[in-house]
């Protein structure tokens, strides 16, 4: 994991998210954020902050503004828009950590997002794996109670052959993941477990063997349900049960028709079939929402128009990280911020199209396909309207979203804003999947949508993690 860039995201935090009062006296503040601690990641970090504030003049300017709220007499973390970059803030959370906490291991955690719903049910990560950087530096940065040597960059298949050594003795009381899986045609005859492209399924499986959890939750496309009894089978030679059922997320609060596949395993003799009849329970209980209570008070913006501008920002586009001006909220919002007001919004930035396709988002009406008679002149497909009539699709506000995916890496022109001529901005995208306003995606502009769209939303895995966890504490059983 780099810290190259936290030195100008440190800054551009401070910037949007507090005022431009200034203190002349910044040696407690740098103390605190430069404290050493016990990772060579964090310790780094900070001797590039000491260095900078004497050869940085925006560094210096960034730490007289925190230290207006970090200073001898004063110490405003949960105001600070920086304090998942502080190592005092860091410590003290991993400090906070409950020994009796419910420990959890998630394999193929992507940026997070299911972690997250586990992580708001009290559920803490013990050890987590992915295979892209960007995935594993967004995980550590929003999860600062685990240790960065406890997030694992790496393949899968290498992790579980070093599962006892990475672990060092610490337990787990459930593993969660998602490991794609290719090979499960019904025309294969050959079982899933064996087939060779299903090589992240098997260690998975292999995960679960090992470490002998009380619980395992497994997420797939629901394509997966064809090979249902194979997989129960699978779990079943390795001492669990396990049920499956297909949730949709939109009705788990989330402003978004998106159908998963979800496995519940358990080793305690607690019957799956129950505690899904309580997911789907808990499910009508809680409010539905659509895309226009996600897209509330986001800031207008328009479509870049230059090449290659997807690292910098403008006015009219947008920035990596900016000041909310926003001081209106409502009901969505504030559910997936917990009630907490978010000074700063990341990640809020419009992607480049070309004319042509700022005049198609122009014309289009919410609802509008590409076979809409209002853009047939202009249209690229036109011909093919029946291969891709799908190629172009303006969102609806008072309807929940098409489901997020991977594929708005590429182009968001199936993701076209309900009121701009434009495609959703990642920031957008992550309301859609329920993530709060300051969980920030790092890396790469694109990279941010592929986090994003291959993310479970994080309302679906805090309902699953609400009710296991009664079971869990012997409440439910």
């Known amino acids: 994991?780099?810290?190259?860039?936290?030195?100008?995201?440190?800054?551009?935090?401070?910037?949007?998210?507090?005022?431009?009062?200034?203190?002349?006296?910044?040696?407690?503040?740098?103390?605190?954020?430069?404290?050493?601690?016990?990772?060579?990641?964090?310790?780094?970090?900070?001797?590039?902050?000491?260095?900078?504030?004497?050869?940085?003049?925006?560094?210096?300017t960034a730490f007289r503004r925190?230290?207006?709220?970090?200073?001898?007499?004063?110490?405003?973390?949960?105001?600070?828009?920086?304090?998942?970059?502080?190592?005092?803030?860091?410590?003290?959370?991993?400090?906070?950590?409950?020994d009796d906490s419910l420990k959890m291991i998630d394999l193929f955690c992507g940026a997070g997002g299911l972690s997250l719903g586990f992580t708001q049910e009290g559920f803490v990560t013990t050890l987590a794996n992915d295979i892209q950087d960007c995935c594993v530096d967004t995980y550590?940065?929003?999860?600062?109670?685990?240790?960065?040597?406890?997030?694992?960059?790496?393949?899968?298949?290498?992790?579980?052959?070093?599962?006892?050594?990475?672990?060092?003795?610490?337990?787990?009381?459930i593993v969660i993941g998602g490991p794609p899986c290719q090979g499960f045609s019904m025309a294969n005859r050959q079982r899933l477990i064996d087939d060779?492209?299903?090589?992240?399924?098997?260690?998975?499986?292999?995960?679960?063997?090992?470490?002998?959890?009380?619980?395992?939750?497994?997420?797939?496309?629901?394509g997966m349900q064809s090979v249902a009894e194979q997989v129960k089978d699978d779990f079943r030679a390795i001492g669990y049960s396990v049920e499956c059922h297909i949730l949709n997320a939109k009705n788990f609060g989330v402003p978004q028709n998106r159908e998963r596949l979800i496995y519940i395993g358990n080793c305690l003799g607690i019957d799956n079939e129950?505690?899904?009849?309580?997911?789907?329970?808990?499910?009508?209980?809680?409010?539905?929402?659509?895309?226009?209570?996600a897209l509330f008070g986001l800031r207008k913006l328009e479509a870049s128009r230059v090449k290659n501008s997807t690292e910098s920002g403008s006015i009219e586009s947008g920035y990596k990280i900016e000041k909310n001006y926003c001081t209106e909220t409502n009901d969505y919002i504030s559910y997936i911020n917990q009630g907490r007001v978010i000074d700063v919004v990341s990640n809020h930035k419009a992607r480049y199209n070309n004319d042509r396709d700022i005049e198609i988002f122009g014309r289009m009406e919410?609802?509008?396909?590409?076979?809409?008679?209002?853009?047939?002149?202009?249209?690229?497909?036109?011909?093919?309207?029946?291969?891709?009539?799908?190629k172009y699709f303006k969102l609806e506000n008072d309807k929940v979203c098409k489901t997020i995916t991977a594929h708005m890496k590429f182009d968001c022109n199936m993701y076209i804003h309900p009121t701009q001529a434009r495609g959703l901005t990642p920031r957008e995208a992550a309301r859609v999947q329920s993530y709060p306003d300051d969980y920030f995606f790092r890396g790469a502009y694109t990279k941010t949508y592929m986090q994003i769209g291959n993310s479970v939303p994080p309302l679906l895995g805090r309902a699953i993690a609400q009710v296991i966890k009664g079971y869990m504490k012997g409440g439910n059983a």
Request: charged residues 35%.
């Open 1 to 60: 994991m780099e810290y190259k860039n936290d030195k100008c995201e440190f800054t551009a935090f401070v910037k949007a998210g507090l005022d431009s009062k200034e203190q002349e006296n910044i040696e407690i503040c740098i103390e605190r954020v430069t404290k050493t601690v016990k990772e060579d990641f964090l310790n780094a970090r900070a001797r590039l902050y000491k260095d900078e504030v004497k050869n940085d003049a925006e560094v210096m």
């Open 66 to 98: 925190l230290s207006v709220i970090c200073n001898e007499n004063v110490q405003q973390c949960y105001e600070c828009p920086v304090s998942k970059y502080c190592n005092t803030y860091i410590e003290n959370a991993r400090k906070n950590v409950n």
């Open 140 to 173: 550590a940065h929003n999860h600062p109670e685990t240790p960065r040597d406890h997030i694992i960059l790496g393949n899968i298949k290498d992790v579980v052959n070093e599962l006892d050594e990475l672990l060092d003795g610490r337990s787990a009381d």
């Open 196 to 222: 060779p492209r299903n090589h992240l399924y098997k260690s998975y499986v292999e995960a679960v063997k090992k470490v002998q959890p009380k619980f395992f939750v497994m997420e797939n496309v629901k």
């Open 274 to 293: 129950k505690i899904f009849n309580e997911i789907f329970e808990l499910s009508e209980k809680i409010p539905e929402y659509n895309l226009g209570d």
């Open 366 to 390: 919410p609802g509008d396909r590409s076979d809409d008679p209002k853009i047939a002149d202009i249209m690229p497909y036109a011909r093919r309207n029946g291969i891709f009539k799908d």
